[in-house]
T-cell receptor, first 114, second 111 residues
Framework: DTGVSQDPRHKITKRGQNVTFRCDPISEHNRLYWYRQTLGQGPEFLTYFQNEAQLEKSRLLSDRFSAERPKGSFSTLEIQRTEQGDSAMYLC????????????FGSGTQLSVL | KQEVTQIPAALSVPEGENLVLNCSFTDSAIYNLQWFRQDPGKGLTSLLLIQSSQREQTSGRLNASLDKSSGRSTLYIAASQPGDSATYLCAVQNTGNQFYFGTGTSLTVIP
């Protein structure tokens, strides 16, 4: 069990640039979640995949955000035309088939938009 | 929409003290509740999961209780240690797939 892996750990970008983050879930987990967390706040739901299907997306997520999970394995989260308000920790989590199981989080990608 | 509140926001205790962290939620139709620990700049680690049909779960010095009808959960930490210093978050999962998190309690255990 290698855990949930996220890459990169840190990303600094200029406003207006596009960024992409990657998440590799635990291999047998078919559910994958993306969350965003700002300082002093709890994680905020962004989107959820079951296998390769994106089943839920937060209404708060602007059209600049897109996520994919090709072949139901790793996932990418892309932010286009970044804004300073996008600065946050982006967390990925996975869980096994049954929804009563625990969430396993990666270490996150810290995004700073200058 | 489910709202999760954690009180207190911060707590400082001397080593060896027992303590209780509180979590409340507005919609009692939950599937489960989890308590997490988060160290600075890191991801979250699941500590305890309580399914909606359960009243409590225990792991080592940790005990979590759930009163679904009143929308409350507590995390009890016995004989606190400096290594317990972290932020503790609770999260509820409704019958959908979203998990709703509280803002956490920042715990400092003073040696």
């Amino acid at each position: 069990d290698t855990g949930v892996s996220q890459d990169p750990r840190h990303k600094i970008t200029k406003r207006g640039q596009n960024v992409t983050f990657r998440c590799d879930p635990i291999s047998e987990h078919n559910r994958l979640y993306w969350y965003r967390q700002t300082l002093g706040q709890g994680p905020e739901f962004l989107t959820y995949f079951q296998n390769e299907a994106q089943l839920e997306k937060s209404r708060l997520l602007s059209d600049r955000f897109s996520a994919e999970r090709p072949k139901g394995s790793f996932s990418t989260l892309e932010i286009q035309r970044t804004e300073q308000g996008d600065s946050a920790m982006y967390l990925c989590a996975s869980s096994p088939r049954y929804s009563a199981e625990k969430l396993f989080f990666g270490s996150g990608t810290q995004l700073s938009v200058l | 929409k489910q709202e999760v509140t954690q009180i207190p926001a911060a707590l400082s205790v001397p080593e060896g003290e027992n303590l209780v962290l509180n979590c409340s939620f507005t919609d009692s139709a939950i599937y489960n509740l989890q308590w997490f620990r988060q160290d600075p700049g890191k991801g979250l680690t699941s500590l305890l999961l309580i399914q909606s049909s359960q009243r409590e779960q225990t792991s080592g010095r940790l005990n979590a209780s759930l009163d679904k009808s009143s929308g409350r959960s507590t995390l009890y930490i016995a004989a606190s240690q400096p290594g317990d210093s972290a932020t503790y978050l609770c999260a509820v999962q409704n019958t959908g797939n979203q998990f709703y998190f509280g803002t956490g309690t920042s715990l400092t255990v003073i040696p």
